[in-house]
């Protein structure tokens, strides 16, 4: 059992943890347990009723928060020619081809998001063990292989995250930052859940948002009525 931190366990005891709250209360309580010395991400978690195991259940996309992450994430582009420069001029971290996938094979994986246009996928293939585990080999459910990638560039630099659900079922999703107001926590949470429920799959059955809590990066959970998830 892992050992918490005094300040953990003080900013735990400041609130009823048995209780489930609406988002806003939970957001607003997130934000005041807030303890690290850094400006801490909040984190949304969902608990869905589906089964990882089956593929057609399992659950996964992008979406654009209405009010970004707070932080700006580091592109990765595999393309070339017209393609590569396209992505270079919308503002890409990092652009390649043969020659970034030679890199990825060495260890490089300095980026938060990989993008590939369709044609190079054959090569990118080649690291899929290395990109896969680590949740950045393209793919085309969420947006990151595609000839626009121009657009996929400038998305992913405003705000746009992937989503997808873990072994358990479960769904976690960075909403901002403790030094957002409340309002806009609460607007990306807001838009994540809509986006979750968008994205159920036919097959699941039963109460799809079973759970949800809201945290700080250091600060303990808060739970959500799953019921009031929706705004």
Same mark, same amino acid.
């Given at each position: 059992? !892992? ?6 366990? /003080? ?8 209780? @489930? ?8 309580? +997130?934000?005041?347990? +807030?303890?690290? *010395? ?10 869905? =009723? ?6 057609? /259940? ?9 009010? =970004? ?10 393309? $070339?020619?017209?393609? !590569? ?16 996938? !030679?890199?990825? $094979? ?7 998001? @990989? ?8 090569? %990118? ?7 896969? #585990?680590?949740?950045?080999?393209? *793919? ?8 626009? %990638? ?27 930052? %403790? ?7 609460? $607007? *990306?949470? +807001?838009? %994540?859940?809509? $986006?979750?429920?968008? !994205?159920? #799959? ?23 009525? #799953? ?5």
């Amino acid at each position: 059992m !892992a050992v918490r931190s005094k300040k953990y366990r /003080q900013a735990a005891s400041r609130f009823d943890r048995q209780a @489930a709250y609406p988002p806003q209360d939970a957001i607003r309580i +997130a934000k005041e347990l +807030a303890y690290a *010395n850094f400006d801490e991400t909040v984190e949304a978690v969902f608990r869905l =009723g589906i089964d990882p195991r089956k593929a057609d /259940q399992n659950v996964r996309g992008t979406i654009r928060l209405p009010h =970004g992450t707070g932080k700006t994430k580091k592109v990765a582009v595999f393309a $070339e020619g017209e393609k !590569a420069r396209e992505a270079e001029e919308a503002g890409a971290d990092i652009v390649g081809g043969q020659d970034l996938v !030679a890199r990825v $094979e060495k260890g490089f994986l300095d980026f938060d998001v @990989a993008i590939a246009t369709p044609d190079i996928m054959s090569q %990118v293939g080649k690291v899929g063990k290395i990109l896969g #585990p680590r949740g950045l080999m393209p *793919n085309p459910k969420s947006g990151t292989v595609t000839f626009d %990638v121009a657009d996929a560039v400038r998305d992913f630099k405003a705000g746009k995250i992937e989503y997808r659900n873990d072994r358990t079922g479960n769904v976690h999703v960075p909403i901002g930052k %403790v030094s957002f107001d409340v309002d806009k926590l609460v $607007e *990306n949470f +807001a838009a %994540v859940a809509e $986006e979750l429920i968008r !994205a159920k #799959p036919p097959t699941a059955k039963g109460r799809y948002i079973k759970k949800a809590a809201v945290s700080s990066t250091m600060g303990p959970g808060i739970k959500i009525d #799953p019921l009031k998830v929706r705004p």
